[in-house]
């Protein structure tokens, strides 16, 4: 019988832990440093790589963290929405006169 197969990390072949490299690669997007600029916050940090790795690891993972990112705002405006609706609802279930805001 085979073994299930559970899905790879895409960090398994890099000897950096997946928490720094997530951070080398969200600084470098999050805020407008060059990929020196980078690499010198992270020696400060006592954190040595090379400003080359900062940028493998930007096209390597950037499109992954990007993905989570973009799911995570995806659901949480799914759940505010619900979140409104269920206001709304109960608030017609207890009689109350609901005006929808519009512009002036």
């Not at 997530?22 to 440093?33: D, I, T």
Request: hydrophobic share 45%; glycine share 4%.
């Amino acid at each position: 019988m085979p073994r299930p197969c559970k899905p790879q990390s895409p960090f398994r072949y890099f000897n950096s832990s997946p928490e720094v490299i997530r951070l080398v690669v969200m600084m470098y997007v999050r805020f407008p440093l060059s990929l020196r600029n980078v690499e010198d916050l992270l020696f400060e940090r006592g954190i040595d790589i090379c400003y080359e790795m900062v940028r493998h690891w930007w096209n390597r993972f950037g499109p992954i963290f990007a993905g989570d990112i973009r799911l995570q705002r995806v659901s949480r405006m799914m759940r505010a929405r619900q979140e409104a609706e269920e206001a709304l609802e109960k608030g017609a279930i207890a009689g109350e006169k609901l005006m929808a805001a519009t512009p002036a």
